[in-house]
């Protein structure tokens, strides 16, 4: 019976080490009919007081490897650019929920201990034994705890670099990739999200899909 119940707990830790190992992350994607995944690009935040801060100059240097992989040549100047690709990233402050969580125990079978003393016109006398029965398991109770879900996005938007000094701006790509979790730190899930959104690159256009990405540090 003891091994049963090992067997149950290492199951159910499985189970919910699974469920929270990755990142699920909603993408979409647009692009004018004409786009090709080529070309000269520079990588730009699409805010530009952050172009100069240490984690865009993180997020921006995974952006190019990722670019780079599927096409591009990256140039550090976007004067030398055929295409800029500006990128911006956020996180909300949370959406908190109490959250029930069953607790799993034996309901039934298993071994069972009788005693007792039985009398007679002879006198009295006493038995003692054991009986067993499979054991059941099942919810035995709850658990309730807060939970706070955080809701993290990142846009890429590729533009026609030409344009740009016409005073316009002609969007060739466009990329969306959201995903929610308990992790309130965008720099915790920025790698698996970018994962996502480049999956398959340049991807289905009008497409919206979810892609579960695992996650390195746990969710």
């Given amino acids: 019976m003891r091994n049963m119940k090992i067997w149950i707990t290492v199951v159910m830790i499985l189970t919910l080490l699974s469920g929270c190992a990755m990142v699920h992350t909603t993408t979409t994607t647009f692009y004018i009919p004409e786009y090709k995944n080529s070309g000269t690009i520079a990588v730009v935040a699409a805010e530009a007081a952050i172009n100069s801060s240490l984690e865009f100059a993180h997020y921006k240097k ?24 500006f990128v911006s990233y956020g996180i909300d402050n949370g959406k908190s929920s109490i959250v ?88 915790g899930v920025f790698e698996e999200m970018l994962e996502a959104m480049f999956k398959d690159f340049p991807g289905i ?14 969710e």
């Fill in 62 to 85: 995974q952006f190019e490897q990722k670019l780079a992989a599927n096409g591009y040549t990256i140039v550090s100047n976007p004067a030398d650019a055929q295409y800029i690709g």
């Fill in 100 to 187: 029930s969580t069953p607790i799993f125990g034996q309901i039934g079978g298993g071994t069972t201990y009788s005693s007792g003393t039985v009398y007679g016109s002879g006198g009295s006398a006493t038995y003692s034994g054991t009986s067993y029965k499979m054991p059941r398991y099942g919810v035995v109770g709850s658990a309730v705890s807060s939970e706070t879900m955080y809701t993290r996005a990142i846009a890429l938007d590729i533009v026609d670099a030409q344009t740009l000094t016409k005073g316009t701006a002609k969007k060739v790509y466009e990329a969306r990739a959201k995903s929610a979790g308990s992790c309130s730190v965008i720099a």
């Fill in 205 to 218: 256009n009008g497409k919206v899909r979810t892609v579960k990405v695992p996650y390195k540090s746990g």
